[in-house]
Every structure is written in structure tokens, then in C-alpha cells.
């Protein structure tokens, strides 16, 4: 399987801190891949890696021939102003950002299309709400509604199913099932094992450093989720020395 | 005789019309920039911006004496300096950018206030804190206005970006490199109404018919584009019954102006559509669905 994303002995990070420290490996195309790892991992900072919201300290992301704007990239929903007055529909349509750009109008054929993503995740009737009058999973409906008509190769999804109720979360995977079967290369932050377990063919497991990946099964051992948590506590430490350190010299 | 209380005033005398028409261009460009302001929290930056300019205006003031492009550019230069220099103390110190922003513009007031009182006179003071629509010339109206134009003209080709970066800035950044330009643009914006509305309302008062007429609009519509249509309107209401108000009772223009619009304001806090306290208190039976 050819790869679609190389990651080159990758470290991202924030101020010089590293988030995710040495990654190298493929993610071949047309890949399920989950994401996971505890809090403070690295898991978004990989994605907005990927997505080229955030420049690697060292190393590189390669994407295989892809443009960054060919990426379907869903935010976590906390990144969101939900207070901003924009329609549902208009939410939606910035997925076509790719061939509307500042200036296009969206002509019948667009506006058809957006109310069938809208209608693909469930929302149905709700086009002319406020975003702000949704409840957290219509949200998220709404976020994949957006990732349809980007219509991308690669897929990049940070935490979709957080707090979302059983029914919402099965619709939502059943559209991630849909890419995959399409042939797209699918990245999915999750911290739900079980979800993994049954729905992801690969897992990553990441604690800074990568503990494991590979097949799911291989990858989620008791041993290697151990190792995980003790690999970040072992990161915050060091983390804290450093600040030590400055402020001795400060002194 | 209504109608001569109205009308008047406009048709007797060109600096009542000339300031008809500042006020409108003011309208037409701070309604909209102060619906964005508001959206993106930064109403008090507006008011932060405002002082921030004065002492590049008084600096022209002293070079030039009350010369609209001297005090125009310097007004630019005073602003962006600030809003530059408090960006990079705050990012490069452990200061957070509001107490840095906050710093920086109680400096350039005492500045400006200090630089004026050095030539001028306390008539000089006075224009420049509360400025004086009705002493435009035909020369500050055009700047009004061709402000107003360029204001409109940005904001249409910057609009999309800047909505999205609003809502949703980390989509935006994976699909397009327009949102930092857009931003850094509408802050130019934001310090070209200023000026504008610095000739005409002064200092203290400029900011007052961007984030009023934002505010407003707030409580009657739910989505972006009634909403600055609203702002647009309501400040082009509260300039002209400001102006009416002033004429027939000789309360200053600025202040006028200022006081309308924050009776709208009041008006629709307590009867508002969206949220406001009367709604609030007797809320209409809920719905089935």
C-alpha cells in the first residue's frame, strides 16, 4: 500500500516544548488509523501537524504530493465560537472554501449539495439555526457535515466522539466507515478503547514519544497502555525542571 | 412646524448639512467595523485604539495647527505604533496583552493631552477630546467619506476570512493563508475609523458610534448580516436626531449624538427581541417542537 503521510523523525511543539517528540512512520493510503493516548499525549498536536496549522520544530511531515488545503481538518468543538451568529448553513458551506474561495457564490448545484451533506449527518430542517442554538452532538453533526463536502483524500478528525451520546456516536462512525470504504486515509483522535477496538483497523498509541503502532489488537495491550501514562508523567516531570532551572538563573 | 424642527436646520445652513453627511459616512463604516469588534471581543480595544492615536494627532496639531491630513497621519502612526509595541511587550514578556494594551494608551493620552496644552489653547484641548462635527470643512468631509469608502471596499474583499476566523480559526488556517492579513487589515480599519470619527466626535467619543450601534444590534438579530445592517442604521438614526438634538437645545454635538444612540441602546436592552429583559421576564409560551 503506497503511503499518503510520512512522518520524518517529526517533533512538534509549543515554544520549543516538544508535544510530540521523534515520530517517523508511513500511514499508508486509504488507512484507518486511530489516534489515541492520555491527555497531554500529543494527539492534537499531531493532527494540526498534519493539517499544517503548526509548523514541525524539526523533522517533517511529508503528504505525499497533497496539498495541506486538500486536508479535511475538524477541530476540536472547544475551538469553536459558538456565540458567533452564522446559520447552520453557512457553517456547512465553508467546506467548499476550496472552489468558492473569498469571492465565489455558491451557484444551485453547491446549494444542493450543502443541504445533502446537512441532510446526510441528520440535520435535516435545521439549515437556518443559529449555530448556537445546537446541542453538542447536533454540533458535531454539523462539523462532519462540513468534512462531506471538503470532499479530501486525507481526513483528520480531532476528538469527534467526545461526550457524544450512543446513537449520535454510531451515526458519525458510520460516516467514518463511509470514507474508509471510499478509499480515504482516515486519522482519528479518540480516547474511547472499546470504539477503537471494534471499529479501527490500525491504532497509534502516543505519549510524546510513540509507545505503539501497528494493528489494533497488537498495539493496545495492557503493557503498552502502561507504559503510555508513565511515559507522560515521566515528560511533565522533566517539564518542570526546566522551569527550575530558569527561574535559578533568573535569580 | 414638526417638519421645521427636522428639516430646518439642514436646509438653512450647509454646516448642519455637512455634518449630516459625516455622520452618515461615519455610520456607514463604523456600524460594520463595530459589529466585528464586538464579535471578536474587542470593544475595549476600539476604546484603547482611540486614545492610542492622540498624541500622533496632537503631534500634527503642533506641527501644523488644526491641518486635518497632519493630524490624520499622525493619528495612523500613533495607533499602529501602539498596537504594535504593546503586541510585542506582551509577547515577549510575561505581561498579558490587555494590561500591556492598557499601559500603553493611558501613556498616549497623557501624551496627547500634554503636547496640545503645550501650543494650543483649551479650545484646542477641547476639540481634541470631544471633537466638533460642526465645524467641518468640505476638505475633512471628503476624508470622512473616502475613509467610509475604503472601509466598505476592505471589509467586502477581507469579509469571508474574517467571519470564518471568528467562528472557526483553526479550520481556516488549514484551508486558507488569508485569516492573519485579514486580521492585521482590520485593525488598520479600525484605526482609519478613529481617525474619522476623531474629527468629528473626538478622542474619548469616537469609539462610541461603532460599539453602540453594535450593542444594539444585538438584541434584534441573530445573524451577521441584519445585524450590521442594524448597527449601520441605528447609527445613522443617532447621528441625525443627535444632530436635531443639538441644534435645538445647544447641548454639544458629539455628546448629543452619543446620548441618542446610547438611548437606543437603553430601548433595546429592555425590549430587545433577542434576549432582551422584557422578553425575558414574559417569555411567550413555549413551543411544541
Not at chain 1, 51 to 77: E, F, M, N, T, V
Not at chain 2, 201 to 226: E, H, K, N, Q, Y
Amino acid at each position: 500500500m503506497a503511503p499518503q503521510l510520512q512522518f520524518r523523525n517529526v517533533t512538534l511543539g509549543y515554544d520549543r516544548h516538544p508535544a510530540v517528540h521523534h515520530l517517523s512512520g508511513d500511514v499508508g493510503a486509504g488507512a484507518l488509523l486511530a489516534v489515541i493516548g492520555p491527555n497531554g499525549a500529543g494527539k492534537s498536536t499531531l493532527l494540526r501537524g498534519i493539517a499544517g496549522i503548526l509548523k514541525p520544530l524539526s523533522g517533517a511531515i511529508d503528504l505525499c504530493g497533497l496539498d495541506h488545503r486538500d486536508i479535511a481538518y475538524l477541530p476540536q468543538i472547544a475551538e469553536i465560537d459558538r456565540s458567533f451568529p452564522i446559520s447552520a448553513f453557512d457553517f456547512v458551506s465553508t467546506g467548499l472554501w476550496r472552489s468558492t474561495g473569498l469571492f465565489g457564490g455558491l451557484d444551485l448545484k453547491a446549494r444542493g449539495r450543502i443541504v445533502a451533506a446537512i441532510a446526510a449527518v441528520g440535520l435535516n430542517g435545521f439549515e437556518n439555526r443559529p449555530i448556537g442554538t445546537l446541542s453538542g452532538g447536533q454540533m458535531q453533526r454539523l462539523l462532519f457535515a462540513r468534512v462531506l463536502l471538503q470532499d479530501a483524500r486525507l481526513i483528520v478528525l480531532d476528538e469527534p466522539l467526545n461526550a457524544i451520546d450512543a446513537k449520535t456516536s454510531k451515526d458519525l462512525l458510520a460516516l467514518i466507515e463511509r470514507w474508509h470504504g471510499e478509499g480515504r486515509t482516515v486519522l482519528v483522535a479518540l480516547h474511547d478503547l472499546d470504539m477503537v477496538r471494534t471499529n479501527f483497523p490500525d491504532t497509534l498509541l502516543l505519549a510524546r514519544g510513540p509507545v505503539a503502532w501497528g494493528p489494533t489488537k497488537e498495539a493496545l495491550t495492557a503493557e503498552n497502555l502502561m507504559v503510555a501514562m508513565r511515559m507522560c508523567e515521566a515528560f511533565d516531570d522533566h517539564a518542570a525542571a526546566c522551569a527550575d532551572d530558569v527561574a535559578t538563573r533568573a535569580a | 412646524m414638526l417638519a421645521d424642527a427636522l428639516l430646518a436646520p439642514f436646509a438653512d445652513f450647509a454646516f448642519m448639512r455637512r455634518a449630516l453627511a459625516a455622520v452618515i459616512a461615519l455610520s456607514l463604516g463604523g456600524g460594520p467595523i463595530g459589529v466585528f469588534l464586538m464579535l471578536r471581543r474587542m470593544s475595549l480595544v476600539g476604546d484603547a485604539m482611540a486614545h492610542a492615536i492622540l498624541p500622533g494627532a496632537a503631534i500634527g496639531f503642533l506641527l501644523s495647527g488644526l491641518n486635518l491630513f497632519a493630524m490624520t497621519t499622525g493619528g495612523l502612526i500613533a495607533g499602529f505604533a501602539v498596537a504594535i509595541l504593546s503586541g510585542v511587550v506582551a509577547r515577549s514578556t510575561g505581561l498579558k496583552e490587555d494590561a500591556s494594551l492598557a499601559s500603553f494608551y493611558l501613556t498616549s493620552l497623557a501624551l496627547g493631552v500634554t503636547i496640545v496644552s503645550i501650543k494650543g489653547t483649551n479650545v484646542d484641548l477641547l476639540h481634541v477630546l470631544f471633537g466638533n462635527i460642526l465645524a467641518l470643512d468640505d476638505q475633512t468631509l471628503l476624508l470622512v467619506a473616502i475613509n467610509a469608502t475604503i472601509t466598505l471596499v476592505v471589509l467586502a474583499v477581507i469579509y469571508r476570512p474574517l467571519v470564518i476566523e471568528s467562528v472557526d480559526p483553526l479550520f481556516l488556517r488549514t484551508v486558507s493563508r488569508a485569516g492573519a492579513p485579514a486580521h492585521l487589515l482590520f485593525l488598520v480599519l479600525i484605526v482609519v475609523n478613529l481617525v474619522s470619527g476623531f474629527q468629528a466626535l473626538g478622542t474619548l467619543l469616537s469609539v462610541g458610534l461603532m460599539i453602540l450601534p453594535a450593542s444594539i444590534a444585538r438584541f434584534w438579530s441573530r445573524d451577521i448580516t441584519p445585524m450590521i445592517c442594524i448597527a449601520a442604521a441605528s447609527a445613522i438614526v443617532s447621528g441625525y436626531v443627535g444632530l436635531v438634538v443639538s441644534f435645538q437645545t445647544r447641548i454639544p454635538s458629539g455628546p448629543a449624538i452619543i446620548l441618542v444612540a446610547a438611548t437606543l441602546y437603553g430601548f433595546s436592552v429592555l425590549f430587545g427581541r433577542n434576549g432582551g429583559v422584557v422578553r425575558q421576564l414574559f417569555p411567550a409560551p413555549h413551543l411544541e417542537a
